[in-house]
C-alpha cells in the first residue's frame, strides 16, 4: 500500500459509535500507520462534534494523522486504502418507524429482523451500491468494511452485484466468543460458528482435545445479549433441542409472541430511546476537554466495534492470516449453501481478505433448514433492493419468519414504503434520496 501511510475513510462519522473505532486505530498505532483520517458525514451538527472528539482524541496521543471532516463522499474516498462503512440512512427517525409502523399490524418491528430489517436494507442498498461506485472511481484498490446494518443483506448486495472488495462485519460473534469463554473460564477455546447475519450459532467449543459444547448445552448456557435487545434468554431445554448456543437475536425468531407482546407495550421503541442516548452522548461529546472515549457509550449496542472493525484492518493491512467471523461470500465453505450466499462464518483474514473456513460434515438440520429459509427471503430482499419491484417485495416478506400473513405483510409494506418515499429511489423513480 502507497507510501506506507495508511489514508482511513469513515462514512457516517457523525455516528456516536464514531470514537470506538478511533480508540481502536490509537490501540494499534505501532502497526497501523495511519497518515489520513477522512472523517464524511451529512449531519453537519453531528459531524462538528464527533468529529472534534476524534480530533482530540489523536492529538492526545500525539498520532501524527491528519484529519479531514467532510461532507464529500468523494473527498473522502479518493486514495482511500480502507473505507469503513456505518451508514444509516434516514438516521434514527426511520428507525423509529421501522418499529412502529409494523406493529400497528400485528408485526414485529425491528432494526434487522423482519419487515422493519426489510425496509432498512431497501433504503441502505441503493446509498452503499453508490458508495461501491465511486470507490470504483477513486480508491478501487480500497477494502470496504461494512458494519452499516442489516449487514448481510448488504454483503449479499454489494459481492453479488458490484466489484468492490468488501467484507461485512457484526460485532454480535465477538461479544457471543468473549461471553462463553468466560462463563466456561477457558483461556484459548476454538468456536466454530455457523449462520448469517443475526441468524447465527455456535456449535463447537473446542480446547485442548475437548468440545466443550455438550458441557454447555448441560448447562444451559447462553452467550450474553447484545444491549439492544430485551433480552429473556434461552432455556436449558431449547439450547438442548436446538443442538447449539444461538445468538441473542434468534430470541426474536424462537420467541416471536412474546417479542410482540414486549415490543408492544413498550412505551418507548428501542430507536426513540437510542435518540435519547445519542443526544446524552452528543452532549458530553462537545465538551472540550474530553479526549478520550466516554464510558457512556457502552449503553449502546455497538460495544467492542472498535475491537472487531480496526482489528480487521490490522489483519489485511499486515497480512496477519488470523481468524475473524465476517460477513462473506459462502464459495464452498457450507456445502449446504449456494456459492453466491453472503454467509457469516470464521474465515482466515489477510492481504488477499477473508477466505472462510469450510465446515464439512455438517448435520444440524435446524440450523441447515433455517439458514435457506431466510436466506430465501435474502436473495429476494435484494432483488427487490435493486429492481425495486414490489413482486419481489412481497415474496421477500411472505418467507420471512417474522412476517409471513400477506395481508399484514402488503399493509405494513405499503405504509413503510410511503413513510420512507424520500429514501427509496428504486420505487418512487426520479425521487432523489435526501
Keep these: 500500500m502507497k507510501n506506507n501511510k495508511l489514508k482511513i475513510a469513515i462514512i457516517g462519522s457523525g455516528s456516536t459509535y464514531t470514537p470506538e473505532l478511533?480508540?481502536?486505530?490509537?490501540?494499534?498505532?505501532?502497526?497501523?500507520?495511519?497518515?489520513?483520517?477522512?472523517?464524511?458525514?451529512?449531519?453537519?451538527?453531528?459531524?462538528?462534534?464527533?468529529?472534534?472528539l476524534c480530533e482530540r482524541m489523536i492529538r492526545a496521543e500525539q498520532i501524527?494523522?491528519?484529519?479531514?471532516?467532510?461532507?464529500?463522499?468523494?473527498?473522502?474516498?479518493?486514495?482511500?486504502?480502507?473505507?469503513?462503512?456505518?451508514?444509516?440512512v434516514g438516521k434514527l427517525p426511520a428507525r423509529v418507524l421501522d418499529e412502529k409502523i409494523p406493529l400497528k399490524y400485528g408485526l414485529i418491528?425491528?432494526?434487522?429482523?423482519?419487515?422493519?430489517?426489510?425496509?432498512?436494507?431497501?433504503?441502505?442498498?441503493?446509498?452503499?451500491?453508490?458508495i461501491a461506485e465511486r470507490m470504483k472511481a477513486l480508491c478501487p484498490e480500497a477494502w470496504l468494511i461494512n458494519f452499516s446494518n442489516p449487514a448481510g443483506i448488504i454483503t449479499e448486495a454489494l459481492l453479488n452485484h458490484t466489484e468492490v472488495k468488501m467484507l461485512?462485519?457484526?460485532n454480535v460473534p465477538f461479544n457471543m466468543f468473549k461471553s462463553i469463554r468466560e462463563k466456561l473460564q477457558l483461556k484459548d477455546p476454538k468456536f466454530?460458528?455457523?449462520?448469517?447475519?443475526?441468524?447465527?450459532?455456535?456449535?463447537?467449543?473446542?480446547?485442548?482435545?475437548?468440545?466443550?459444547?455438550?458441557?454447555?448445552?448441560h448447562m444451559g448456557l447462553n452467550s450474553e445479549a447484545m444491549k439492544n435487545i430485551p433480552s429473556s434468554g434461552f432455556g436449558k431445554e431449547l439450547v438442548q433441542m436446538v443442538g447449539a448456543i444461538p445468538s441473542s437475536y434468534l430470541e426474536y425468531y424462537y420467541f416471536k409472541n412474546k417479542k410482540l407482546k414486549v415490543l408492544m407495550e413498550s412505551e418507548l421503541s428501542r430507536g426513540e430511546k437510542c435518540m435519547q442516548i445519542e443526544e446524552e452522548l452528543l452532549q458530553i461529546y462537545a465538551d472540550s476537554r474530553l479526549h478520550s472515549k466516554p464510558e457512556q457509550l457502552s449503553s449502546r449496542g455497538g460495544a467492542n466495534y472498535s475491537e472487531?472493525?480496526?482489528?480487521?484492518?490490522?489483519?489485511?493491512?499486515?497480512?496477519?492470516?488470523?481468524?475473524?467471523?465476517v460477513n462473506v461470500l459462502n464459495r464452498g465453505a457450507l456445502d449446504f449453501m449456494e456459492d453466491s450466499d453472503a454467509v457469516e462464518v470464521c474465515a482466515i483474514v489477510g492481504k488477499d481478505g477473508a477466505k472462510p473456513i469450510p465446515i464439512r460434515d455438517f448435520t444440524n438440520r435446524h440450523i441447515i433448514d433455517y439458514m435457506r429459509m431466510v436466506k430465501a427471503y435474502e436473495r429476494e430482499t435484494v432483488a427487490a433492493a435493486v429492481s425495486g419491484s414490489e413482486d419481489a417485495a412481497m415474496r421477500a416478506l411472505l418467507m420471512n419468519p417474522l412476517v409471513g400473513d400477506y395481508d399484514a405483510a402488503i399493509a405494513s409494506f405499503h405504509e413503510l414504503k410511503e413513510a420512507h418515499k424520500a429514501y427509496l429511489p428504486q420505487f418512487f423513480h426520479g425521487v432523489t434520496p435526501s
Design 308 to 325: 472487531v472493525a480496526i482489528s480487521l484492518v490490522d489483519a489485511i493491512y499486515n497480512d496477519k492470516q488470523e481468524v475473524h467471523v
Design 192 to 217: 466454530t460458528y455457523v449462520g448469517l447475519n443475526h441468524l447465527s450459532w455456535i456449535t463447537a467449543i473446542e480446547q485442548d482435545g475437548t468440545d466443550y459444547l455438550k458441557t454447555a448445552l
Design 109 to 130: 418491528g425491528q432494526e434487522t429482523c423482519g419487515i422493519g430489517g426489510f425496509f432498512k436494507a431497501m433504503r441502505t442498498i441503493p446509498v452503499m451500491l453508490q
Design 64 to 88: 501524527p494523522c491528519r484529519v479531514v471532516m467532510t461532507q464529500s463522499l468523494d473527498e473522502a474516498l479518493r486514495d482511500a486504502d480502507f473505507v469503513l462503512g456505518q451508514i444509516r
Design 22 to 52: 478511533i480508540e481502536g486505530m490509537i490501540k494499534r498505532k505501532g502497526s497501523l500507520p495511519i497518515g489520513e483520517l477522512a472523517l464524511m458525514d451529512i449531519d453537519e451538527r453531528k459531524q462538528e462534534i464527533v468529529g472534534k
Design 168 to 170: 461485512g462485519l457484526c
